[in-house]
């Protein structure tokens, strides 16, 4: 049962990942794909925190949050007119930037030895260290993840983002100041990956450079992209599955040594199946252009 409340940990943590991401991609139509960073500054921030300065781990992850969301706010001024593979092309820079001196600022980072003994949180002085337990505050605050993007896509706030991501020129016709509008999300979404950071650095008590790679970033937006971007329930379809799936792989009588090979092919024919019969995903309505 242990095993069942970890891969929950887990996939809670992802549909927050992917949520925060939708908002970009799938809602406002800009192709990012650079999210593992704002999620590792939120994590590097609140571990680094925690063991050095001492501060609660409940606190130190509102400044990881900040972290991410300052971060989405660098990121997105200087390439908020870039559109389509050259965003796309910024954003990835960004996030390599970011794993460089997550790698390279040992002193501060410990580099590839990464960080161990990040505290976990408490209530009342208990240790939050169960899966089980955890797996509250994960479910809690990916609910809360969710109540806040359904509420941002139904207000005046986000039909402004949809007709950004339908057409920017019209909308700029209309008045509306389209370059706040993306600052604002990418702030929004990088605050929420920086969350979700601080809450895989809590749990596991240990990060290091890798588990924020290019290739986190690509399977976050692939999550989003498969449930269907512009969706509420896309990212987390997406994320359910794509945590999940892996798993139930290793469930089959496969020798060692081909399993974890199988285990990639049949995940990647998965997706390139997907994406020539349905390119917009699962419960997609939007797909980038």
Known sequence: MEYVFHIGVIAGIYVILAQSLNLIVGYTGQA??????????????????SLQVGVSPWISTVAGACFGGVAGVLVSYPSIRLKGDYLALATF????????????????????????????YAIFGTKIESPGAYFIVVASAAAVTILAMYRIARS??????????????????????????????????????????????????FIEPTNFSV?????ILLMVVFGGMGTLTGPIIGALILVAFPELLRF????????????????????????????QGLLGVYRLR
């Open 32 to 49: 990012a794909l650079g999210h593992a960073g704002f999620s590792c500054l939120g994590a590097y921030a609140s571990a680094l925190l």
């Open 93 to 120: 820079g960004a996030a390599m930037i970011v794993y460089s001196v997550a790698k390279n600022w040992v002193s501060v980072t410990r580099g590839p030895m990464g960080l161990p003994g990040i505290p976990p």
């Open 156 to 205: 005046p706030f986000g039909r402004v983002l949809r007709a950004i991501r339908d057409d920017e020129i019209a909308t700029l016709a209309l008045g509306k100041n389209v370059a706040v509008y993306k600052i604002t999300v990418f702030a929004v979404g990088g605050a929420f990956a920086g969350i979700a950071g601080a809450l895989y650095a809590h749990y596991v008590g």
């Open 215 to 219: 290739m986190e970033s690509i399977t």
């Open 252 to 279: 089959l009588d496969i020798p060692g040594s081909i399993a974890g090979p199988f285990r990639q092919g049949l995940y990647g024919l998965l997706l390139i199946v997907l994406m020539m019969r349905r390119p």
